[in-house]
């Protein structure tokens, strides 16, 4: 069965940092690319990140950029997000998602989610 | 960044009924358009991609069509367990980017 499972999600202060996993089973994770996507308690979807399959750069949403990094370990089938320097707008469930394609281009449907990390950012 | 509006941001319907949502790119996307489906405390769902292609799984009544700037998602036949939120979302560049959601609820 194909399946992602997260992570690390808790409540940290403001300014604090944490640190999310998402382990992928059923199928070949080094062949496709890797997102993180959030919503905030009663919104939208937000796109955080995306990172291809092998190799590449990743890609940020501007609301993170600087603060966050997503990095995969193909080895281990486990898709990362270090989350630095914390804000009250942080505050969502964090989404694991799997592109359809092997690089964050054009061809970029999520096809598989997991259940979602709640990060709450409070003091 | 490229903006999704959806329409209408939520509506009120029945079981049986034809339902049409509308999304609109704020510049042109070709066919790099997918819609997912949301039900309440889960993950969402690919339902469509690129546009109009189904996703494995998904019941024929979902369809999807349009390109450039403007697409839309249609349900043939409303059934009880496609009361949910519904998205659209652009693969065109980066960011990705959502449209807002429309809710699709039970008269």
């Known amino acids: 069965e194909v399946q992602l499972l997260e992570s690390g999600g808790d409540l940290v202060q403001p300014g604090g940092a944490l640190r999310l996993s998402c382990v992928a089973s059923?199928?070949?994770?080094?062949?496709?690319?890797m997102n993180w996507v959030r919503q905030a308690p009663g919104k939208g979807l937000e796109w955080v990140s995306g990172?291809?399959?092998?190799?590449?750069?990743?890609y940020y949403a501007d609301s993170v950029k600087g603060r966050f990094t997503i990095s995969r370990d193909n080895s281990k089938n486990t898709l990362f997000l270090q989350m630095n320097s914390l804000r009250a707008e942080d505050t969502a469930e964090y989404y694991c998602?799997?592109?359809?394609?092997?690089?964050?281009?054009?061809?970029?449907?999520?096809?598989?989610w997991g259940q979602g990390t709640m990060v709450t950012v409070s003091s | 960044d490229i903006q999704m509006t959806q329409s209408p941001s939520s509506l009120s319907t029945s079981v049986g009924d034809r339902v049409t949502i509308t999304c609109r790119a704020s510049?042109?996307?070709?066919?790099?358009l997918n819609w997912y489906q949301q039900k309440s405390g889960k993950a969402p769902k690919l339902l469509i991609y690129?546009?109009?292609n189904l996703q494995s799984g998904v019941p024929s009544r979902f369809s999807g069509s349009g390109s450039g700037t403007d697409f839309t998602l249609t349900i043939s036949s409303l059934q009880p367990e496609d009361f949910a939120t519904y998205y659209c979302?652009?693969?065109?560049?980066?960011?990705?980017?959502f449209g807002q959601g429309t809710k699709v609820e039970i008269k």
């Open positions: 059923g199928f070949t994770f080094s062949n496709y690319a």
């Open positions: 979302q652009q693969s065109y560049s980066t960011p990705r980017t």
């Open positions: 510049q042109t996307i070709s066919t790099y």
């Open positions: 998602a799997k592109s359809k394609g092997a690089i964050v281009g054009t061809f970029d449907a999520f096809d598989i």
């Open positions: 990172v291809s399959g092998i190799g590449g750069s990743p």
């Open positions: 690129a546009a109009s």
